[in-house]
T-cell receptor, first 111, second 112 residues
Framework: TQLLEQSPQFLSIQEGENLTVYCNSS?????LQWYRQEPGEGPVLLVT?????EVKKLKRLTFQFGDARKDSSLHITAAQPGDTGLYLC???????????FGSGTRLLVRP | DTGVSQDPRHKITKRGQNVTFRCDPI?????LYWYRQTLGQGPEFLTY????????KSRLLSDRFSAERPKGSFSTLEIQRTEQGDSAMYLC??????????FGPGTRLTVT
């Protein structure tokens, strides 16, 4: 069974600080997706990374896929209160395209 | 709005009752997925459809659970004889043949 471990589980930071969230597995995924989820809502797709070593930027968010396609990171620069939420990484299995999710990182950005 | 929609958004039921949820995917998306999410956890895969064919079911999907996608468009997920352990958020997602999955807002089920 493929598993994804996310760290940290919780993060509380001051507005303007930088942070990094990690997503690690012993398995290889064909792609990895990052989502953000608000309470009571479904996950919203932020980005998909496909190629080992790939780096994608979305405004203040930088996503990286590990060279071996087993791990990924999300870096947020100058965090804002609007970044508060649950960040989920999800790896895509080759055979069925189903997603294996990490348990999430709950981020709180204090004004 | 052309995103994934789910109905109802919230459902409270008594233990032992049957419930049915509906998911309307993004138009022309061939694949439709169901996931379950409990508090403090990431979503867990339940089942998925390629058009009307159900191609994979998780071991989490006990005999009390059944899902259908009769015409390859909307899908239903039915839970029979609900148990308190079924309380969770049930999420539906859709994707084109190959591509990213887009999630609906979910149905929050509470079994009392």
């Amino acid at each position: 069974t493929q598993l994804l471990e996310q760290s940290p589980q919780f993060l509380s930071i001051q507005e303007g600080e930088n942070l990094t969230v990690y997503c690690n597995s012993s398995s290889v995924f064909s792609s990895l997706q990052w989502y953000r989820q608000e309470p009571g809502e479904g996950p919203v797709l932020l980005v998909t990374v496909v190629t080992g070593g790939e780096v994608k930027k979305l405004k203040r968010l930088t996503f990286q896929f590990g060279d071996a396609r087993k791990d990924s990171s999300l870096h947020i620069t100058a965090a804002q209160p609007g970044d508060t939420g649950l960040y989920l990484c999800a790896g895509e299995e080759d055979s069925s395209y189903k997603l294996i999710f990490g348990s999430g990182t709950r981020l709180l950005v204090r004004p | 709005d052309t995103g994934v929609s789910q109905d109802p958004r919230h459902k409270i039921t008594k233990r032992g009752q049957n419930v049915t949820f509906r998911c309307d995917p993004i138009s022309e998306h061939n694949r439709l997925y169901w996931y379950r999410q409990t508090l403090g956890q990431g979503p867990e895969f339940l089942t998925y459809f390629q058009n009307e064919a159900q191609l994979e079911k998780s071991r989490l999907l006990s005999d009390r659970f059944s899902a259908e996608r009769p015409k390859g468009s909307f899908s239903t997920l039915e839970i029979q004889r609900t148990e308190q352990g079924d309380s969770a958020m049930y999420l539906c997602a859709s994707s084109p043949s190959i591509g990213e999955q887009y999630f609906g807002p979910g149905t929050r089920l509470t079994v009392t």
